[in-house]
Nanobody
């Protein structure tokens, strides 16, 4: 199983960015997808998740209203659309997959597979 996160980069505060998570080696449609981030010197934290069914989406309070998670089962991919980026959004962003995940998707130990991360830097 591989999860490949991409799309990170250096942007200015207020800009938008779209992260992608390409999955292989698993039945993608059976997995919930989550995004987490880890800022320098801080613990990894939940950002957003979409259930395996695609019915429900969850967001942390810090990104709600600015970020949108989506999935495309035909492409085995998930996306994180990030708008109005803030300097505190500077972090390495990781995607993760949780088989048949519907609940507790903000909890890291719920996830079965993790990608390698993509770095996002937001300058002020």
């Amino acid at each position: 199983v591989q999860l490949q996160a991409s799309g990170g980069g250096l942007v200015q505060a207020g800009d938008s960015l779209r992260l992608s998570c390409a999955a292989s080696g698993l039945t993608f449609s059976s997995y919930a997808l989550g995004w987490f981030r880890q800022a320098p010197g801080k613990e990894r934290e939940f950002v957003a998740a979409v259930t395996w069914s695609g019915v429900s989406r969850y967001y942390s309070d810090s990104v709600k209203g600015r970020f949108t998670i989506s999935r495309d089962n035909a492409k085995n991919a998930a996306y994180l659309h990030m708008n109005s980026l803030k300097p505190e959004g500077t972090a390495v962003y990781y995607c993760a997959a949780d088989k048949l995940g519907e609940y507790n998707l903000s909890i890291m130990r719920e996830y079965d597979y993790w990608g390698q991360g993509t770095e996002v830097t937001v300058s002020s």
